[in-house]
């Protein structure tokens, strides 16, 4: 039994149908996806999740692990600029692969920093050498994944310091500092608390490139759920699973709200790992002690959503636009450590109306607009604050260039971290799972394998490796490695 239809229990449900088992795929909601998913409405077309697609290579092996070819179901594009950045300088940054168009851009307003640059990304290329096998690609459960590792590399894949540490030592210019630290959100995390070895994601979206599927991202949901019923997959959707039944330290089972028992041999949870552990099972089934550390480890942040149906373009607007707050700092102590919405947001919108025109009627735009949000508290009042934060974020895009917005709106629609909280039993509405807001917890995230229960087994951005649709993906791939390592023991 697979509990969840998002990407990591659909790769899990793939890769294991491919090797023979009998698969169900249990899911809460009426369509699968999960943070995956997408809304149609009066001709827009909007993604709700994540919207860029990194290390492909990785979906490309899943596809083929499954017996399927990803080209015959997708069309990756590459995007170029992979971002276009407003800092409140008024300076522009597009930035793209090619090292020398942004070391141009980056000699008109930070000429000082321009070796910083190029030393900064081959330290990041560096990072991702050393992690890679060690940490993304590793399951990092049993001794024979950790007996072969370079504790010399450990040593070098900067752990000790925070990632703002790190670039605020390699550069001068505050634009280029503020450009490198906003890669730690995403995994949810403050780039003035997480450890800087999460500066290996530059060279994962810069280095290795950003792609886009074509149709939105939610064509990929489409492509797996449809290779999953060929080769044998149940889906059951509607099913909201409310018990994990465990009998002498193993699994037996899952019972979903109607009371009805499902038996297994295998549960493979996409659900969070905290919500898999805290609610879906008997406390009698999880140590105190691990009840205690999962009840007091930080979420990551969340988010609140703002889609946009305009009846314009604006050509500021790329693929993937950002408009920098004036204060980075200043934010992310306002959402980690007083849990308030920023008052002056850094600001995403992603725009694939930009690339795919029939997502907006009439030569409209289709704008998702994402401001990074605190986990919920007893305080969050999501159903009184949700429309006037929606206001805010309206004014602050004209302010930044986009007039006249509010005359052309069509549709709007929001997500709060509330609704991900509901919709999908997130950590305290959190998108990522777990922060990484200390020095290790990066890499202490739950194991795709549970130790103390036999038979349980966890996907999704809340376990190892982490957040982000490769690393979601990778999980799956732990998972099915694991089932495979211990079934044959």
Request: hydrophobic share 35%; glycine share 8%; proline share 4%.
């Amino acid at each position: 039994m697979v509990i969840g239809s998002g990407l990591g229990g659909l790769s899990a449900a793939c890769l294991l149908a491919s090797k023979g088992h009998n698969v169900t795929v249990l899911e809460k909601n009426s369509k699968p996806g999960g943070k995956i998913n997408e809304i149609r409405a009066q001709g827009y077309r909007f993604d709700t999740g994540p919207s860029l697609l990194t290390m492909p290579l990785v979906l490309k092996s899943l596809f083929e692990q499954c017996g399927s070819a990803m080209d015959d179901h997708l069309t990756v594009e590459a995007i170029d600029p992979i971002c276009r950045y407003f800092f409140a300088t008024d300076t522009r940054f597009d930035c793209y692969r090619d090292e020398g168009i942004n070391i141009a851009q980056i000699q008109a307003f930070a000429p000082d920093d321009v070796q910083a640059y190029r030393e900064f990304m081959d330290y990041s290329r560096d990072l991702y050498q050393r992690t890679k096998e060690a940490f993304l690609f590793n399951p990092l459960y049993g001794l024979s994944d950790v007996s072969s590792l370079k504790l010399t590399d450990f040593f070098r894949i900067d752990a000790f310091k925070t990632v703002a540490e790190r670039v605020d030592r390699q550069f001068t210019s505050p634009e280029l500092q503020k450009f490198f630290k906003r890669f730690t959100t995403y995994n949810g995390s403050s780039p003035y608390r997480a450890p800087a070895t999460l500066n290996v994601i530059p060279h994962v979206e810069i280095g290795m490139g950003g792609y886009y599927i074509k149709g939105g991202m939610y064509r990929l949901i489409e492509a797996l759920v449809d290779v999953a019923r060929r080769l044998g997959v149940t889906f059951s959707m509607n099913r909201d699973v409310k018990k994990i039944t465990v009998k002498d330290r193993r699994v037996t089972g899952v019972a979903d709200e109607s009371g009805h028992f499902n038996q297994a041999d295998l549960v493979v949870s996409n659900a969070d790992a905290c919500e898999t552990y805290l609610n879906l099972m008997d406390a009698s089934s999880v140590s105190s002690f691990k009840q205690k550390k999962l009840s007091h480890t930080e979420p990551s942040c969340s988010g609140f959503v703002l889609m946009l149906g305009i009846d314009r373009t604006y050509p500021q607007l790329s693929h993937h636009t950002i408009f920098f707050s004036g204060d980075y700092r200043r934010e992310f102590t306002q959402i980690f450590e007083h849990q308030m919405m920023p008052d002056d947001p850094t600001i995403y919108v992603a725009n694939t109306s930009h690339s795919d025109p029939g997502h907006a009627p009439g030569g409209g735009s289709n704008l998702f607009v994402l401001v990074n949000a605190p986990y919920l508290t007893e305080n969050s009042r999501w159903d009184e604050r949700s429309s006037e934060y929606r206001d805010v974020l309206i004014r602050k895009l004209e302010q930044r260039g986009l007039d006249g917005l509010t005359d052309h709106i069509r549709y709007t629609k929001t997500i709060t971290p509330a609704d991900f909280h509901q919709k999908y039993r997130s950590n305290r509405g959190s998108i990522y799972g777990t922060s990484s807001n200390s020095r290790l917890s990066a890499f202490l995230r739950p194991r795709n394998k549970s130790r103390s229960i036999e038979g349980l087994y966890l996907v999704g951005g809340s376990t190892h490796p982490g957040g982000g649709i490769p690393l979601v993906i990778l999980s799956a791939f732990h998972a099915t490695e694991l089932i495979s390592r211990y079934r044959e023991a």
